[in-house]
C-alpha cells in the first residue's frame, strides 16, 4: 500500500515536471516509508540532497497531501553508495531521450534563424538589447542562475519550468530575462515569445476588463504563446483580478509544456498578498537566486562595463571602486559612468584622486551597512541589553519586546529570510519570527511607546 502510494506520488510528479529534471534528479533514488506518514529519499550526495530540499520538497509533500490527505514528513538521506554521477547542467542526453512526439505536438518547430533578430523587432517586443549573456558577468554570486537562464535559453520548455530567478535590486535579473527571450528570440525564430513586467501585465488586465477585451487577452497569453517572460512579479500581489488572471495564465501554459520564466525581489513564500495557489505553482520549476557579486566579480563587471563603453580605468581605480560600491551592480555602474563623464568634461584623465572626488558624495553619503549583527547590537545597545539576551529563549516583557522589535527591523529592512532569522537569533523557528514581526506591525498602528522606539531605532540605523 505504501509503496503505492509512493509509485503514485513519482508519476504524478513525472507529470508536474520536465523529462528532464525527473531524470537528472529523480531517477534511481531510493524512496522508503520509514513510519505511517515518514518518508526517506536516499540521495548519492549532499549537493543533491540540498538541490531537492530547496527546490522539490514542498512539491513531494504536496502530492503526497493530495493522494492521501495527511502531512508527510520528507527525509533526505545521504547514500554515498549510491555514487550516481550527477551533472547538473549536462543536458544533451537527458533531452535528447525526451518524447519528441510531444514536444512537437505541443510546440512549434524549431526553425533556426538565418538573420538576425531586427534591432526594430527587439525593441519591438520590449528587449534591451544591451542585455544578452555575453554582457553578464558570472562570478560565485550568479554562477548558478546563470547556468540555470543559459539552460531554459538553450532548451526552452525542456528543462526548468518556471524558472523563478530572484534577487535584490540591481543585481542582473532583467538582463539575465533579457538574455534568454534574446537568445531564444534568435535561435527560435517562430517562437512566439511575450516580455512583460509585472507592471504591465497588471495594466493590460486591466485595460481588459474595462474594454470587455477578456476574450482577446486571454487568447493572447494563453493560445497564443510559447515563451512567457514576466519580470518582476512580485508586483500582481494584493491584485485580485491579476492573480486570478495569471494563475489561469499559468496553469494554461504549464500544461501545454510552454516555457515560464519569472523574476521577482523575494522568494515566493516571502512576497505579501501573493496567493498560496501562485507560491505553491513558483516552486514548481527551479528558483535560482542571484547575491551580491564579491569583490573580483564587482571588478570583473567594471572591466567589462568599461570596454563595453570605450572607458580606460586603471586598476587602481577599478579596485577603489569595487571596494566601496558594494550592493548594487546599477551603482557600480553609474559611478563609472560618472567618471568618466566628469574626466572628459573637465577634460583630465581618470585617476584615483579624481575618482575619490567624484564619488566622495556618494560613498561618504552611503548609509552605514545594514546587517542583522548591527541591528542587534544597536537594539540591544539602545535597551540597555546584551545581544545574548536578543537572542536568549527568556519570554520576560522587557527582553521580549526589544527581541521582536529587533527581529521586527531586520525583516523589513534586510533580505533574509524567516528560518535565517530564527537561526540569528539563538536558533529559534521561522514561526517565532514571523509572529514576532508581525506583532510589531500591528503594534505600530496601536502603540505609541513601540513606535516611537522603532522610529527612533531606525534614525540611529540611518534607514
Ligand atoms: P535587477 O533587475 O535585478 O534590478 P538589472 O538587471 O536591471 O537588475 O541590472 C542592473 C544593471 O546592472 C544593468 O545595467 C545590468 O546590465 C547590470 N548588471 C547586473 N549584473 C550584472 C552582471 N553580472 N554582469 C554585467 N552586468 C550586470
Ligand atoms: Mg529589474
Redesign the pocket.
Known amino acids: 500500500m505504501s509503496s503505492d502510494i509512493i509509485f503514485k506520488v513519482q508519476d504524478s510528479l513525472k507529470t508536474k515536471i520536465s523529462d528532464f529534471n525527473y531524470k537528472n534528479w529523480f531517477k534511481n533514488l531510493e524512496w522508503n516509508y520509514e513510519g505511517p506518514d515518514n518518508v526517506t529519499i536516499s540521495v548519492p550526495s549532499k549537493f543533491v540532497r540540498d538541490w531537492l530540499s530547496d527546490n522539490y520538497v514542498e512539491l513531494i509533500k504536496f502530492e503526497f497531501f493530495r493522494l492521501t490527505e495527511k502531512e508527510h514528513t520528507i527525509l533526505f538521506k545521504v547514500e554515498r553508495k549510491m555514487n550516481r554521477t550527477m551533472d547538473l547542467f549536462k543536458q544533451s542526453e537527458a533531452t535528447q531521450s525526451e518524447s519528441k512526439d510531444t514536444e512537437k505536438r505541443l510546440l512549434p518547430k524549431i526553425k533556426k534563424q538565418t538573420a538576425e533578430p531586427s534591432s526594430n523587432l527587439i525593441k519591438h517586443m520590449g528587449f534591451n538589447p ?2 544578452q549573456f555575453d ?5 560565485n ?2 554562477q548558478l542562475v ?1 547556468a540555470a537562464c543559459r539552460a531554459v535559453a538553450t532548451q526552452p520548455a525542456k528543462s526548468y519550468n518556471p524558472l523563478f530567478i530572484y ?12 538574455a534568454i527571450g534574446l537568445q531564444v528570440l534568435k535561435n527560435f525564430g517562430n517562437w512566439r515569445i511575450i516580455y512583460v513586467t509585472g507592471e504591465r501585465f497588471t495594466n493590460e488586465v486591466i485595460s481588459a476588463i474595462r474594454y470587455g477585451k477578456t476574450f482577446e487577452f486571454r487568447q493572447k497569453y494563453r493560445d497564443n504563446c510559447d515563451m512567457l517572460l514576466i ?2 512579479i512580485q508586483f500582481i500581489a494584493g491584485k485580485e483580478r491579476t492573480m486570478e488572471e495569471f494563475f489561469h495564465t499559468f496553469n494554461a501554459l504549464y500544461e501545454a509544456r510552454k516555457q515560464i520564466i519569472l ?1 521577482s ?1 523575494k522568494l515566493p513564500k516571502e512576497i505579501p498578498n501573493l496567493e498560496e495557489r501562485l507560491k505553491s505553482r513558483f516552486s514548481w520549476g527551479l528558483m535560482a537566486d ?1 547575491q551580491r ?1 564579491d569583490f573580483e ?1 564587482r571588478i ?2 567594471l572591466r ?2 568599461a570596454e563595453e563603453d570605450n572607458i580606460h580605468i586603471p586598476d587602481d581605480v577599478c579596485e577603489y571602486i569595487a571596494a566601496n560600491v558594494k550592493d ?3 551603482d ?2 553609474g559611478s563609472l559612468i560618472r567618471i568618466s563623464a566628469f574626466a572628459s568634461l573637465a577634460k583630465l584623465p581618470v585617476t584615483l584622486d579624481l575618482t575619490k572626488e567624484v564619488l566622495r558624495k556618494i560613498i561618504t553619503e552611503t548609509k552605514p551597512v545594514l546587517c542583522v549583527e548591527n541591528i542587534q547590537s544597536k537594539v540591544a545597545e539602545f535597551y540597555n541589553l546584551k545581544i545574548s539576551d536578543l537572542k536568549s529563549k527568556r519570554r520576560h516583557r522587557n527582553l521580549a519586546v526589544p527581541r521582536h522589535i529587533a527581529m521586527y527591523l531586520c525583516k523589513t529592512y534586510l533580505a533574509s529570510s524567516f528560518p535565517e532569522l530564527g537561526s540569528k537569533f539563538g536558533g529559534k523557528d521561522h514561526t517565532t519570527v514571523m509572529h514576532a514581526v508581525s506583532k510589531i506591525r500591528n503594534c505600530l498602528t496601536n502603540d505609541v511607546t513601540i513606535k516611537t522606539d522603532v522610529e527612533e531605532l531606525e534614525k540611529i540605523l540611518g534607514i
Open positions: 544591451r542585455y554582457s553578464y558577468v558570472v562570478g554570486s550568479n546563470h534577487g535584490g535590486v540591481g543585481l542582473g535579473k532583467t538582463h539575465l530575462l533579457n519580470d518582476d523574476t525581489d542571484i557579486p566579480t570583473a563587471i567589462k562595463k548594487n551592480v546599477r557600480l555602474e
